[in-house]
T-cell receptor, first 115, second 114 residues
Framework: GDSVTQTEGQVALSEEDFLTIHCNYS??????LFWYVQYPGEGPQFLFRASRDKEKGSSRGFEATYDKGTTSFHLRKASVQESDSAVYYC??????????????FGKGTKFSLIP | EAAVTQSPRNKVAVTGGKVTLSCNQT?????MYWYRQDTGHGLRLIHYSYGAGSTEKGDIPDGYKASRPSQENFSLILELATPSQTSVYFC?????????????FGEGSRLIVV
């Protein structure tokens, strides 16, 4: 079935470093791709999405570009801050036209700032 | 303000007991979902619904039932709770078709089965 693989475990960086969290998907066609962020004690929050090849999604200084060729949707931020410490989830929508309406999530990547 | 609220937020249950987790949404979305979150597994879909009266099995439905009596409410039922069902459960609502909709999550219900 359709699946999402993202950077495993934890990522730790210093303030103002460049953050990349990798996300690769396995699915046919052009599924919608999402990034969600989860802060401690809260539910996941929608960050942004993309639905077409080369489409860029962005929000709160984060961005990712839909790449059909490499089946990727890597999350990037140029200069991280303490407030970015959270768990990040990449997600994959069911194929368009199937009438189904579910999201499949990756296992999550925890980002924290090195003190 | 549109929101997804879950109750209870915390629950300790005994093995073999019945547990009901409730979810209410004011987004007026047709679709609702129950996920569980476990370290090393991320978010996994248990059951979902396309509207009042409908329930569908997700990826890990065994040991769980769901009920959608109205547009606003969606419950997850554990008839015979087991320690393996200790987890954090999230409810979400969403709109649209074809997998392109955005999901809005509640704050989670932490369940411990002893």
């Amino acid at each position: 079935g359709d699946s999402v693989t993202q950077t495993e475990g934890q990522v730790a960086l210093s303030e103002e470093d460049f953050l990349t969290i990798h996300c690769n998907y396995s699915a046919s066609g052009y599924p919608a791709l999402f990034w969600y962020v989860q802060y401690p004690g809260e539910g996941p929050q929608f960050l942004f999405r993309a639905s077409r090849d080369k489409e860029k999604g962005s929000s709160r200084g984060f961005e990712a570009t839909y790449d059909k060729g490499t089946t990727s949707f890597h999350l990037r931020k140029a200069s991280v801050q303490e407030s970015d410490s959270a768990v990040y989830y990449c997600a994959l929508g069911d194929p368009p036209g199937t009438g189904s309406n579910r999201l499949t999530f990756g296992k999550g990547t925890k980002f924290s700032l090195i003190p | 303000e549109a929101a997804v609220t879950q109750s209870p937020r915390n629950k300790v249950a005994v093995t073999g007991g019945k547990v009901t987790l409730s979810c209410n949404q004011t987004n007026n979305h047709n679709n609702m979902y129950w996920y569980r979150q476990d370290t090393g597994h991320g978010l996994r879909l248990i059951h979902y619904s396309y509207g009042a009266g409908s329930t569908e099995k997700g990826d890990i439905p065994d040991g769980y039932k769901a009920s959608r009596p109205s547009q606003e409410n969606f419950s997850l039922i554990l008839e015979l709770a087991t320690p393996s069902q200790t987890s954090v459960y999230f409810c979400a609502s969403g709109e649209g078709q074809g997998g392109g909709n955005t999901l809005y999550f509640g704050e989670g219900s932490r369940l411990i089965v002893v």
